[in-house]
């Protein structure tokens, strides 16, 4: 019914940058918050960023001031733009949305994950 694919993962150095992409697609009636998670080797998955229908943000405080949420309603995508990025930063990111569906269930969905790998 909808799905969430997420592009621009991959490789990166120390103090560099990437952007994440999260398009979905599917039977959508309307898109209310999407977010970014991230996952690490041994660890939980946790929230990294957020984004509400009216472009309110937050943010995990290990990110504050190097990522950056924003979305594109018309293109039903959202962003993050990480900067200075750290190894610690190292994960699989995972695109998340609340969406409400043509046929009126509100209900969460994921996207399948892209890698993260910084080096040091």
């Known amino acids: 019914q909808v799905q969430l694919v997420e592009s621009g993962g991959g490789l990166v150095q120390a103090g560099g940058s990437l952007r994440l992409s999260c398009a979905a697609s599917g039977s959508i009636l309307s898109i209310n918050a999407m977010g970014w998670y991230r996952q690490a080797p041994g660890k939980q998955r946790e929230l990294v960023a957020r984004?509400?229908?009216?472009?309110?943000?937050n943010y995990v405080d290990s990110v504050k001031g190097r990522f950056i949420i924003s979305r594109d309603n018309a293109k039903k995508t959202v962003y993050l733009q990480m900067n200075s990025l750290k190894p610690e930063d190292t994960a699989v990111y995972y695109c998340?949305?609340?969406?409400?569906?043509?046929?009126?269930?509100?209900?969460?969905?994921w996207g399948q994950g892209t890698q993260v790998t910084v080096s040091s």
């Open positions: 984004i509400t229908s009216g472009s309110s943000t």
């Open positions: 998340n949305a609340d969406v409400r569906t043509t046929n009126w269930i509100l209900k969460q969905y």
